[in-house]
């Protein structure tokens, strides 16, 4: 097991406990992810906060509910956070808020912390470059599932495709991802 | 289900793994994996591991500082749910209470062996060292059986009571959940079928307790076996009404007391 994970449960079983500095310490480690993953579903800063703050929350109160056997914990709050920030996104959307898509509407700091910007970004990168060998279609597509959680008949309607051409760019997209970036590499 | 090209599960397993499935195609993914589709399984490993690098897409930002002080501030000491939550004793899922009478026998031969390894040890110190390890597992093994004794004597008991919990409108007909509740101890044994959540979501299992909702925890179910879950503090048959099961978003609903999502199962406690 990698050691980072045998990290990472050790924490989360303090915070389980009501250990507030493992609390502390693994959001220092995964803020910045989860952060820039809400941001980029929700375009605002207020909002992208308010989705990171919800997850910590529920992280706190419900750690016990994660279940190694289902993933790594980062995997487990990436879902937690993702699920927030689409479900903040849609009840934004229903008053109207979440106009815009194209552009961040608030100006955002990158990552300053040399070595956190290093390891976020490093994967980040590659992962990015996998993306832009992609077809264009298959990258819309994934971008869309992912950071705006549509179902896949409304991303049909949205980019004018057959639905079982938007399913068939889905399964090849994530599948050359994979081919892309063996496992091996995602640290 | 008319599915017969790899292809075909490799799309749903794609649309699975990403959340995005429209209602019919996910419910032929959680009929599938029910079924124990070994492909479909391995596909959605597949392709959670890669739907998960697409978090390492978003551009790279700094959150703001004071955000770390507004959320350490609202999880210090007296804010904190889960502080009155019941203890939930979690179970491998495909494990049953059935398995109690196997558990100990594993445990008897567990414990015979490690007597043969002290005994077989040579060296004064050594020995002192490894009975003391030894009278330690074998105290720990006590313990465990003890515990476990508990848990089967809960089958046995005359006031035991089962409660079948089946689905609602909003549920799965095929999910099914038989709970057995003993007043006495307020514990449950609650074996559950069929219960994978469709992909970003949990099911939460709640008792209503007077009229009010309170979490029992998470179902952690993958469909392709059954689920059993041992609680204590259910609750005091004078006020425990029923249990109920919710659909929540992944993580459960945001708070102890309250379901946030559909309920799709529930099952009235007799006589309470």
Known sequence: ?187 | MGLSTRDEIQELAAGYALGVLDEADRRRVESLLASGDAELEAALRDFGDAAALMAHAAPPVEAPAALRARVLDAARPGRRGAAQAPRVVRLSERRSPASAAWTWGWMAAAAALAVATFVSWRGAEQTRVQLAETRERLAQMERTMAEERRWAELLGSPHTRQVRLTATPAGDPRMTAMAMYDPQSQRAIITFEHMAAPAGHDYELWAIRDGRPASLGLIHGTGDGPVVMRLEGVGAVETLGAFAVSLEAAGGAPTDDAPGGPVVMVGAVAGS
Do not use: N
């Not at chain 1, 289902?70 to 699920?83: C, D, H, K, N, Y």
């Not at chain 1, 991303?155 to 639905?163: D, E, K, M, N, S």
């Open chain 1, 1 to 187: 097991m990698d050691p980072s994970q045998t990290d990472d449960r050790a924490l989360l079983e303090r915070v389980q406990q009501g250990d507030e500095q493992a609390l502390a310490a693994l959001y220092d480690r995964y803020t910045p992810l989860l952060y820039s993953v809400a941001l980029r579903i929700l375009r605002r800063t207020a909002d992208a906060e308010d989705a990171v703050q919800d997850a910590w929350l529920q992280v706190w109160r419900r750690a016990s509910s994660y279940d190694p056997g289902r993933g790594a914990l980062a995997a487990w709050l990436l879902t937690v956070v993702r699920t927030r920030a689409l479900d903040r996104y849609r009840s934004l959307a229903s008053r109207g808020r979440a106009e815009s898509r194209v552009e961040p509407e608030d100006q955002v700091a990158p990552i300053e912390d040399p070595t956190r910007r290093a390891s976020q970004t490093q994967l980040g990168g590659r992962v990015r470059e996998a993306l832009a060998q992609l077809t264009a279609q298959q990258r819309q597509v994934l971008e869309i599932a992912y950071f705006e959680g549509l179902p896949q008949t409304e991303i049909a309607q949205r980019i004018g495709a057959p639905l079982g051409t938007v399913k068939s760019w889905t399964r090849q997209g994530l599948s050359r991802l994979r081919e892309l970036l063996p496992q091996e590499e995602w640290v």
